[in-house]
């Protein structure tokens, strides 16, 4: 039996005009108040469990059910979203990577992010040529830096070939230690700000985490590292699973967990290997609306938030 399942993505929820750093990619508190309402009228706002039982159990989702999911594990989504999902009733699926609670360290995903909103896309991009330049050679050999923009700047959805370039770059691009180095570097230049204090503010605690479970949020797993997990080596994916699991055992059921891949990167290595640790559904970036019976349960597809109201009306039109 086919059900249609929207599944709505979310990062960053916060009163983006009124914080330090207003360019964050993020959904501004009145927007996000507004799509809530909109949902309320236009959608059925349906849990996890209702997800997995309609895949598993063969129960019938209502139309246009929609599942609410935010990556990250953000302080905001305690403080802002929670708050605003329990006025209306509704549960928010909440997936964190394991080392934000296991360690006061920034991954350097956040860092880009704040890097690329202290600076303008035009400044960020010639510091980062310059530094790939400083770098080439001796320890760490990568190609020119044309033939670099060449092969990674690529337009997306949401972002132009610049930013898609930095990103790439910083995030799977280069050798690791290379792009901790860079990261931080540039961290430290744009926003002057020690890592650890900035990592406090900026990630939910174990004692936020379980408020929400008991409140009746879903917790759900992002990994460990936040990694691209099909570009690593099969040992390297699968202990970067375990070590997120292990971080994330006092919020999720080992047989009946949830996947959501960091940046949505996954092949049928890292499917099977979550499958056989017990996930039972997993979420990737794919975008179009989900049908539970025919899409693979492990690499569901999800829309962002800016496919709907007030920002778009992309989920009317996507397949």
Known sequence: MENRLYIAMYHYTRDLVNSRYPRIKG????????????????????????????????GRLPDY?????????????????????????????????????????????????????????????????????????????????DTLFEQYACASRLDDKETIFIKRILQTVLPEKLRNRITSELFEEYLGLPEDKFARELYMNH?????????GMFIGFHGYDHYWLANLSEEEMKTDIDKGLESMGD?????????????????????QYAKNRGAKIGLTTEVRIARCGVDDVLALPRLDCNDFPPKSRNYEVIG
Request: net charge negative; hydrophobic share 40%; aromatic share 14%.
């Open 27 to 58: 959904l501004d508190l009145p927007l996000f108040r507004h799509q809530l309402d909109f949902f309320q009228q236009k959608f059925h706002v349906v849990t996890m469990e209702d997800v997995i039982e309609a895949v598993y159990g063969g």
């Open 207 to 215: 004692d936020q985490i379980r408020f929400m479970k008991n409140a």
């Open 65 to 145: 059910a929609l599942l609410l999911t935010f990556d990250d594990g953000y302080i905001d989504n305690y403080t802002v979203a929670m708050p605003l999902l329990q006025e209306r009733h509704m549960q928010g699926s909440f997936f964190i990577p394991g080392k934000t609670i296991m360690k006061n360290e920034l991954l350097d995903v956040n860092k880009i992010h704040f890097i690329l909103a202290s600076r303008s896309t035009r400044v960020v991009l010639s510091d980062l040529l310059e530094k790939l330049d400083e770098y080439r050679g001796g320890e760490y050999s990568y190609p020119k830096n």
């Open 251 to 271: 919020f999720i059921d080992m047989d009946n967990w949830v996947i959501n891949y960091p940046y949505g990167s996954y092949n049928s290595c890292v499917c």
